[in-house]
């Protein structure tokens, strides 16, 4: 029940399309659900996150979209850039629990 | 305001040998993770302590690993003797007391030959 499962393992964007990576979970005691960005050789890194009483959250071109019922949740990268190439990583976790990572997303976004 | 320090960030071992990590997190952290991360895999904690109580190793393999956070400050994992198997990317976390948002250190990567 602690798992949360990603998808795609992989992802290649052209400049400007749209990155979209899925996340599914499990226990419905999950209350916080962020969004990793890791670069080789670096920690990960917050990049956004929601928590389940709204359905989607935007910070910039990065946008959450968050499913209660279906009990999935997505990043969406706008006009995605070069720079934004990097592993992605889907979490959650309920108050006082661990932090549960998925498997992590390598995206490639081509110039 | 310093990240999360990790040393060293690279270390190659033989098998059967001891590893050290250590890690000072975020000043006024008081909360401090290790995390596992296999290669392609995302992080997997190891072990949290809030201030010098280690709260939650349920996932620390306790035969071989070992950690302390003296004065709950700065905190050492150790690996004695490391195994094959522990090849990996170990890296240190914090946050605030209560806080969701964790902090992570640039990681230190472990061969174990």
């Known amino acids: 029940q602690q798992q949360v499962k990603q998808s795609p393992q992989s992802l290649i964007v052209q400049k400007g399309g749209i990155s979209i990576i899925n996340c599914a979970y499990e226990?419905?005691?999950?209350?916080?659900f962020p969004w990793y960005q890791q670069f080789p050789g670096k920690g990960p890194a917050l990049l956004i996150a929601?928590?389940?009483?709204?359905s989607e959250k935007k910070e910039g071109r990065f946008t959450i979209s968050f499913n209660k019922s279906a009990k999935q949740f997505s990043l969406h990268i706008m006009d995605s850039q070069p720079g934004d190439s990097a592993t992605y990583f889907c979490?959650?976790?309920?108050?006082?629990?661990?932090?549960?990572f998925g498997e992590g997303t390598q995206l490639t976004v081509n110039p | 305001e310093a990240g999360v320090v990790q040393s060293p960030r690279y270390k190659i071992i033989e098998k059967k040998q001891p590893v050290a990590f250590w890690c000072n997190p975020i000043?006024?952290?008081?909360?401090l993770y290790w995390y596992r991360q296999n290669l392609g895999q995302g992080p997997e904690l190891l072990i949290r302590?809030?201030?010098?109580?280690?709260?939650?190793d349920s996932q620390l393999p306790k035969d071989r690993f070992s950690a302390e956070r003296l004065k709950g400050v700065d905190s050492t994992l150790k690996i004695q003797p490391a195994e094959l198997g522990d090849s990996a990317v170990y890296l240190c976390?914090?946050?605030?007391?209560?806080?969701?948002?964790?902090?992570f250190g640039p990681g230190t990567r472990l061969t174990v030959l």
């Open positions: 979490a959650a976790s309920n108050s006082g629990s661990r932090l549960t």
């Open positions: 929601i928590r389940p009483d709204v």
């Open positions: 000043s006024g952290h008081n909360t």
């Open positions: 302590y809030e201030n010098e109580e280690a709260v939650d």
């Open positions: 976390a914090s946050s605030l007391r209560g806080g969701r948002e964790q902090f």
């Open positions: 226990n419905t005691a999950f209350d916080y």
